[in-house]
């Protein structure tokens, strides 16, 4: 419960425009905006907790696949330099659900990943 004129944060989060996920130092899942889990067809429920390559991993049916390589090196940088890492545009295929059919679907993205520090 939040104090009358106090912000709750975690809704202003969860509804920001932009697409964020929030990562631990050990790149478990502990928060994430509703615009993200409309563009990864993910739910909160089965998302928060997880690592994240547990949840996104590279398309198996695509050999060439550079997401996860590249993402972890990203955020490893954003670890070891505590700064942001704006990476180039980058195919990392996600996962639909069965209900839309399964499989992976082709995407691409320009994440930007910087570290909360304190």
């Known amino acids: 419960m939040v ?3 106090v912000p709750d944060f975690q809704r202003l989060f969860e509804s920001a425009p932009a697409l964020y996920l929030v990562l631990n130092p050990d790149l478990r899942i502990v928060a994430v905006s509703d615009n993200y889990l409309r563009a990864t067809m993910t739910e909160r429920s089965a998302i928060v907790g997880r690592l994240l390559f ?3 991993p590279d398309n198996p049916e695509d ?5 996860v ?8 940088r954003v670890l070891s330099q505590r700064r942001s890492d704006s990476m180039a545009v980058q195919k990392y295929d996600i996962r639909r659900p069965e209900a839309e059919g ?3 679907e082709e995407r ?11």
């Open 69 to 76: 390589a590249n993402l972890r090196a990203s955020l490893e």
């Open 108 to 118: 691409y993205w320009r994440p930007i990943n910087s570290p909360v520090l304190n």
């Open 54 to 56: 547990d949840v996104y």
């Open 3 to 5: 104090a009358a004129g």
């Open 102 to 104: 399964g499989g992976f």
């Open 63 to 67: 050999p060439a696949a550079t997401g």
